[in-house]
Every structure is written in structure tokens, then in C-alpha cells.
């Protein structure tokens, strides 16, 4: 365990020594700003769509964040050479992914902990409301969410070797199934076939990623969803990143490094 | 004296992306035996297959056929390299991490305990000469002082088993001079050095043992005085093993 | 001969800012359009009436605050029915039921994620209806052409907003985009008569509204007859308020030609003949 927690912490070292996270985060501060001092017919207490503005800023940057930085993970140690040194310690392939992942999935974590920390004040201080609650259940589905993410990118970095066409894919992925992932069935119908039962497969096989993305709840003060669907969902997302990071050590762990 | 790294029969094929073309068979059949205490010499031209063994013995590579172990255990089983330490050919370090920060990761993946740690590092940085460094990130490293903290991290736990690929190609004389140091000292600390090089010269003044590999196959092995007698010097057998022809002539 | 790349530099920033000054003044008649009213024409040309729509929409995704079917949804287009155009919400219970575009959970799956979203049907609390105007100021930036824009965010301000001054200044930028509209008009109109109770002020409008109207083509005036029969109707109450009943009845004869309900405007108009029977004494007109 110790070995995972210092693979994964290299990880996160990575994370705030490079640039990527600052520019995000300056970058939806910046946003954000200019859409809050937009003036709509001098009503000041206006504040849902600079909510929603923020939040929709928030998950395009941690998507960013946690794809980028999986992706580039493994190809990064190979191209660098850096993991024959490492790997020529006592450390099996299994804990350099899982390692990995940690590393992913915390530094994630801790760039949604500053954004959403950022959204708080930002809204608090218009609207001297501070729901807790709903912000740590959206921000914790968000992060589950990503944890599949980064499982899923993990899963295409050991095949695809330039970091850009897995980042690239799995952007596309990734928003595709957030978009249109709980209306597959829908479209489906809509088809002929061999496209329906396609479809049809996808909705069922696809991770539901949508499910995670709680932003109504906030943006328009509905209060929490039910904690027991959260906790199904949570357990939903750790079977399948416990399914990409499984099918990750499969494709990686007889792979020959020197190629 | 108990045999610590070994090879037995080991074939490594390098499967080739085009299907037309046959595999690149980089190793057929070696056998190697390195026993506690030697400085053993992995010699060979360029290509001969020395890097392809020792990435068999670090389990970059599954091996085709045949089997390797160090210490005994099995190279796929990873606390095999609990004891090794290793500097590859040529590698980059995180280069977002400084020396002090690289060291103490590794330190980690070993399992070594705090104070262990701290007296490694500071012990290693002052071997390598990089103590006035060590705050600095990697990146801003020159190509020597990489080389060196290769050199500390393959130290860092205090291995009994150092495999070293071509530790001194590519360094200044200084620089080579160093390595042959620490070569001789963990020599006289009882450790076992396995380190591969074309340079015969210096295998010749630090190697008690050796053995040549040409075109994936053992053509030697013994100490240094049973391969060259009958021989001038290392370099007249080895030109000899390998086929050069005229040089044996001579 | 050396030169520094700096001053190579610094010499064709000059060049390239001395040229923008001198050009800018001319670029705009190359182009042969006028000067973009704001960023997003701009950017999108006319491409961007596309986002007006839909950011119409979203003041009504708000208005509903997220409880919208998506474009996925079946049979949910014909339900979208746009909030605010229908001038404040009367909806009866079966007609909530008829809106929940959701239906029965086809599997698991889409029962599941019916947890983390929003599946209630409900409108935003009357203080709260501000939050759909960034949308209704986005679309009309988007597209200024868009008449329900003014009108409805019109009605927001000055119904429920208690805001007729933003409202008034809307629907005025309205006009200046759309001269003579007699939408916009209609809706101004109500401004100064149910807000400001300038009965003379409302005349003026209505009356220039119902003029505009008139100097359409045919097609159009079949295609505005409801904002016409609008305006007739109340300028006739309008000048029935005021006693001018003469007036009154002229409006109200011409709010029959239109009316589908010619009968009830017969009645009105025979209401005030019996009042301008009765009192003699006719109020002077204003
Ligand atoms: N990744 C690889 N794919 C295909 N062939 C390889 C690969 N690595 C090495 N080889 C081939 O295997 C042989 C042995 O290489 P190597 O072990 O690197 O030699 P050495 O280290 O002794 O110079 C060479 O002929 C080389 O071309
Ligand atoms: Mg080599």
C-alpha cells in the first residue's frame, strides 16, 4: 500500500508543478468574473445562470484535468524511460497502475476541491446561501464520476501511444455519453436496424456517466438527491473502474517495455 | 559460493509488428551464472543481446522460452528485485522532482523506513557529489549529473546485486573514473556487480569474471585469466570470440 | 548588415498598429455591412439567430428550473410549449400531469438515473423569475429580430418583477430594432396604462400599434391578427375607462370584424350605448 500512495503521489507532485491546472483554474476564475459583472437589467441578485456558468466551467476543467493527466501517465514513464528504473524496484505492474490511478484520482480530487471551493464563495456571496450538503454531494459524484474516467483513460493510454489520440477519444467518449447516454433507448427506437440493437447494446453496456452530473440540483436549489441513490451510484462507479483498471493490468502486464 | 543471478536456456524473440517479416530473435539459449561477490563483466558488440538479458532479469520482457532468476526467485516475481539495484543505458528522471524528492520515492517503493531514508540520501547525494543540488528539480540537471543521480537511486537500497547496463558510456573520463570507483568499493563491501560493456579496457582492470555474448549466444564465460590466456589481453580474446578474424591472426 | 530581431519586431508592431488606425475607419465599408451591433454578431454572423432559439429555451428550462424534456425526449417536443408567451402560466392540474414528458421508467437504468435529475414539475416563485432574464437578454443580443424576446421578458418585468422602468427600456430597444412592431407596441402600451395609468400615453401607442398594423400586407395581418384584435379591445376599454364613449364603440365595432366572439362584444358595445343614454352630460374627452 505504501508503494501505491508514493506512485500515486508522484502523480499529484506532477499535477501542481505543471502549468495545465493553474491556466484551468485562472481560466474559469476568469470566466466566471465576466459573467458575473454582466449586467441584466440592473437586477443584481440574479445569480443562476453565473451558477451555472460556473459549474459548467468546473466540469469541463476537471474533465480536462483528469484526462490529461491519466493519459499522459504510462506513455510519459515509457517515453521518458522512467519506468525501468522504477519498475525495476519491487513493484509489480498491478500496483504501478492502481498507483496511477490514486495519483489521477486524488489530484482530481484536489483540483475539484479548490474549484468547487471557488464556486462556494463565488455564489455564497451573492446569495448568502451555504448548502453544504449539495455542494459535497455534487462535487463527490462529480469525483466518482471522474474515477471511471481516469480508469477508462488509463485503459486507452497502454494501447493508444500518443497521449493526444487517447486524450482525444476519450473527450469524445466521455462527453458523448454525457450527452446522449441516457437517451440511447430513446434513439434507438427511432432507428432501423442493425443501428437499433447497437444502440439498444450500447445503453445497456455504457457506463452511465450522466447520472453523476448534478448540476440542476445546485444551479436551482433543489435541494440533495437521495443519499442512498448516491451511494449505489458510488458503488456503481468502483465496479467499473475496478472493470477499466482490471482490463488496464490485463494489457499491460505482459507488455513488453522496450517496444 | 551460491549462485545469485541466473539464466537458464533463456530465448527472447522481439515479435515483429509486420507480420511478413520473421521475429527478431535477440537471444537463443543463454545460459549465465553470476555468484556472490563477483564483478562480472556482460560483454559483447553492440546488438549482442546484452541489454535484451538484463531486461529479461528486471522482467521488462517476458522471456520466449527458458528462465531467469535472481537470488533464486523467479524474475516475474517482483520482491526478485527487493535487492538489486539497477542503472539502465540511458533514462530520464521525473524531471518535475528534485534529486532529494526522486531518492525518497524510490526509498518508498523499498519499503525503507524514515530514518533509513534520510541517512541514505544524505550518504548517496555526498557519494555523487550532488548535495549542493539536491533541492533543484531534475530538469535543470546537466546530462553528468542525471547520469549521477541514476547512479544514487540504483544505491538507494543498499543493494547486494547491481546490474548495470553500460555504466560508463557516454561519460567524461571524470565521470568514468567515478564509476570505477564505486565499482570497486561495493566490490570491497562484498557485493555482487553485473554491468555490461564493450569497453574491455576497463572490464579488464575492475572484472574478475566475464562472459561474451555475440548474436543472442554465450561464446565465454570464466574469470579474466582463463578467457585471455593464450591470448595478449581481454581485448585480443574477445576480438578472437567474436569472430574477428584478423586481430586473432595476429 | 545585423539586425536585432527585436527592432524587426518592434518596427512591424509599429507598421501593423499604424496601419489598423489609419485602416479602421475605412474597413467598415469594405466589408459592405454595417458596424456588428455587439460581440456575438460578431463572432457568428448569422449564424447566431440558431443560439437565440435556444437560449429562448433556456429561459424557459429556468422558468421550470431544469424540469424540461430534452430533445430526446418523445413526444415532448409538441409539449414545449413556451412559458412565457402564453403570458404567465394558468395550467390546470391535468395539463401538469399531460407535461410530465418522463412517463414510466423504461428499465432500470433510466429509473435509477431519475434520482439525479430533476423530475419535478414546477415554476419558479414569483421573486425568483428574474433568473430566466440573462436568457431573455442573451437571445435578444443574439437575435434583436426576435419579437417574443421583448415581449415576454416585458411581461416579466412588469408583472411579476415589479420593474416596469427595465421593462419599458426593453421593449424600447425592441423598437428600435423592430420600428412600428406592433407587438412591442401592444405591450408597452399596457406599461403606461396598467402601471403608470397614462391613459393618454397608452392611446398614443395603441393607436400607432394598430396604424402599423394596418400598413402590412395582407398576409402579414392575417398572420399578427391576434395582436390587432388585442389592441382594438383595449384601446375600446381603454376609451370606455376614460368615457370617451364614442371612441369606445368605434374600437369595439372594429374588435367585432375580428372577434371570434362577435356576440360579447355586441353586448359590451350595448352596455354603453344604454350608459351614454343615461348620462347625458358626456364626459369631456381628454
Ligand atoms: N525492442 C526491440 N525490438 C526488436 N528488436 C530488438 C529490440 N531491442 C533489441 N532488439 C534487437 O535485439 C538484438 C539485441 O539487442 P540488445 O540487447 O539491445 O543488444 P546490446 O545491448 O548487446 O547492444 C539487436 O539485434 C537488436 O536489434
Ligand atoms: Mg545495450
Not at chain 1, 484551468?24 to 437589467?41: D, E, H, P, Q, Y
Not at chain 1, 481516469?150 to 493508444?160: H, R
Not at chain 2, 561519460?171 to 563491501?189: F, H, N, S, T, Y
Request: glycine share 6%.
Amino acid at each position: 500500500m505504501n508503494k501505491i500512495f508514493a506512485l500515486a503521489g508522484v502523480v499529484i507532485k506532477e499535477l501542481y508543478r505543471r502549468k495545465d491546472f493553474y491556466v484551468l483554474f485562472i481560466l474559469t476564475a476568469l470566466l466566471t468574473f465576466a459573467a458575473g459583472s454582466a449586467n441584466f437589467f440592473h437586477d443584481a441578485k440574479i445569480v443562476r445562470y453565473l451558477k451555472d456558468i460556473c459549474l459548467l466551467l468546473i466540469w469541463v476543467s476537471a474533465l480536462l484535468v483528469a484526462i490529461l493527466t491519466a493519459a499522459r501517465q504510462i506513455p510519459a514513464e515509457r517515453e521518458a524511460r522512467t519506468i525501468f528504473p522504477l519498475l525495476a524496484k519491487p513493484v509489480s505492474r498491478a500496483q504501478l497502475i492502481v498507483g496511477k490511478f490514486l495519483g489521477c484520482w486524488l489530484a482530481t480530487g484536489l483540483a475539484l476541491f479548490v474549484f468547487y471551493l471557488f464556486f462556494a464563495v463565488i455564489t455564497g456571496s451573492r446569495e448568502q446561501i451555504w448548502p453544504v450538503g449539495v455542494y459535497l454531494e455534487a462535487a463527490w459524484m462529480q469525483w466518482v464520476m471522474l474515477a471511471i474516467v481516469i480508469g477508462m483513460v488509463l485503459l486507452g493510454s497502454i494501447y493508444f501511444a500518443a497521449p493526444s489520440s487517447t486524450t482525444t477519444i476519450a473527450f469524445i467518449v466521455v462527453v458523448g455519453i454525457l450527452f446522449v447516454g441516457s437517451h440511447l433507448n430513446t434513439i434507438a427506437l427511432q432507428q432501423g436496424e442493425p443501428v437499433q440493437s447497437i444502440l439498444a447494446f450500447l445503453y445497456f453496456t455504457i457506463p452511465h456517466l450522466e447520472w453523476y452530473d448534478l448540476r440542476d440540483f445546485v444551479v436551482y436549489d433543489m435541494g440533495m438527491a437521495p443519499v442512498g441513490a448516491v451511494a449505489l451510484a458510488t458503488l456503481y462507479a468502483a465496479a467499473w473502474t475496478g472493470i477499466f483498471l482490471l482490463l488496464t493490468w490485463l494489457g499491460f502486464r505482459r507488455k513488453n517495455l522496450t517496444t | 559460493m551460491t549462485v545469485i543471478l541466473q539464466t537458464q536456456k533463456l530465448r527472447v524473440e522481439y515479435r515483429n509488428r509486420d507480420f511478413r517479416q520473421a521475429n527478431k530473435v535477440a537471444l537463443l539459449g543463454l545460459d549465465l551464472e553470476v555468484r556472490a561477490g563477483e564483478v562480472f563483466g556482460f560483454l559483447g558488440p553492440n546488438g549482442a543481446g546484452k541489454t535484451t538479458t538484463m531486461n529479461v532479469l528486471l522482467g521488462f520482457i517476458p522471456p520466449t522460452s527458458g528462465s531467469a532468476s535472481l537470488f533464486g526467485i523467479d524474475v516475474r516475481q517482483p520482491i526478485a528485485r527487493q535487492r538489486i539495484g539497477y542503472l539502465p543505458e540511458l533514462t530520464y528522471y521525473y524531471k518535475f522532482l528534485t534529486a532529494e524528492e526522486l531518492l525518497r520515492f524510490y526509498a518508498k517503493i523499498f519499503g525503507l523506513s524514515r530514518s533509513e531514508t534520510d541517512r541514505r540520501i544524505a550518504d548517496l547525494l555526498k557519494l555523487v557529489e550532488l548535495e549542493h543540488a539536491s533541492k533543484r528539480p531534475i530538469k535543470s540537471y546537466s546530462k553528468g549529473m542525471q547520469q549521477r543521480v541514476g547512479i544514487a537511486q540504483s544505491l538507494i537500497n543498499n543493494p547486494d546485486l547491481l546490474i548495470l547496463d553500460e555504466p560508463t558510456s557516454g561519460l567524461d573520463p571524470l565521470g568514468r573514473m567515478k564509476v570505477r570507483e564505486i565499482i570497486q568499493r561495493l566490490k570491497d563491501e562484498g557485493k555482487t556487480v553485473f554491468f555490461s560493456s564493450h569497453e574491455l579496457g576497463e572490464v579488464e582492470a575492475i572484472c574478475d569474471h566475464v562472459a561474451i555474448v555475440h548474436q543472442g549466444e554465450l561464446k565465454a564465460m570464466g574469470t579474466v585469466a582463463e578467457i585471455s590466456a593464450g591470448h595478449p589481453n581481454l581485448e585480443q580474446a574477445f576480438l578472437k570470440v567474436v569472430g574477428y578474424q584478423n586481430a586473432a591472426a595476429s | 548588415m545585423k539586425v536585432s530581431p527585436w527592432i524587426l519586431l518592434a518596427g512591424l508592431l509599429a507598421l501593423a498598429f499604424t496601419l489598423a488606425t489609419k485602416l479602421a475607419a475605412t474597413a467598415d465599408n469594405w466589408s459592405g455591412r454595417s458596424k456588428p451591433e455587439n460581440v456575438f454578431e460578431m463572432l457568428l454572423g448569422d449564424g447566431r439567430r440558431l443560439f437565440a432559439n435556444e437560449s429562448f429555451t433556456m429561459a424557459d428550462v429556468y422558468f421550470h428550473s431544469g424540469y424540461y424534456p430534452s430533445m430526446f425526449d418523445q413526444n415532448a417536443k409538441e409539449q414545449r410549449e413556451i412559458i412565457a408567451a402564453s403570458h404567465g402560466h394558468k395550467e390546470t392540474e391535468e395539463e401538469e400531469k399531460k407535461e410530465d414528458f418522463f412517463g414510466q421508467p423504461h428499465d432500470w437504468i433510466d429509473a435509477f438515473g431519475r434520482n439525479f435529475r430533476i423530475t419535478r414539475h414546477t415554476h419558479l416563485a414569483a421573486h425568483q423569475e428574474r433568473e430566466i432574464l440573462p436568457w431573455l437578454r442573451l437571445a435578444a443580443d443574439l437575435d434583436p429580430q426576435k419579437i417574443e424576446t421583448y415581449t415576454v421578458g416585458a411581461y416579466f418585468m412588469r408583472e411579476h418583477l415589479g420593474r416596469p422602468n427595465e421593462a419599458e427600456a426593453f421593449l424600447r430597444e425592441g423598437l428600435r430594432h423592430n420600428p412600428g412592431n406592433s407587438e412591442i407596441l401592444f405591450e408597452l402600451g399596457r406599461i403606461y396604462r396598467e402601471n403608470r395609468h397614462d391613459l393618454n400615453r397608452a392611446r398614443n401607442v395603441w393607436e400607432y400599434g394598430v396604424k402599423s398594423y394596418l400598413s402590412l400586407s395582407p398576409d402579414l395581418q392575417k398572420e399578427n391578427k391576434l395582436v390587432y384584435e388585442e389592441l382594438v379591445m383595449n384601446l375600446a376599454r381603454l376609451e370606455d375607462e376614460a368615457g370617451n364613449y364614442a371612441a369606445a364603440i368605434k374600437w369595439f365595432e372594429k374588435g367585432k370584424v375580428v372577434s371570434p366572439a362577435p356576440d360579447a362584444i355586441q353586448k359590451q358595445i350595448d352596455d354603453i350605448e344604454k350608459k351614454l343614454a343615461g348620462a347625458k352630460p358626456v364626459a369631456a374627452p381628454k
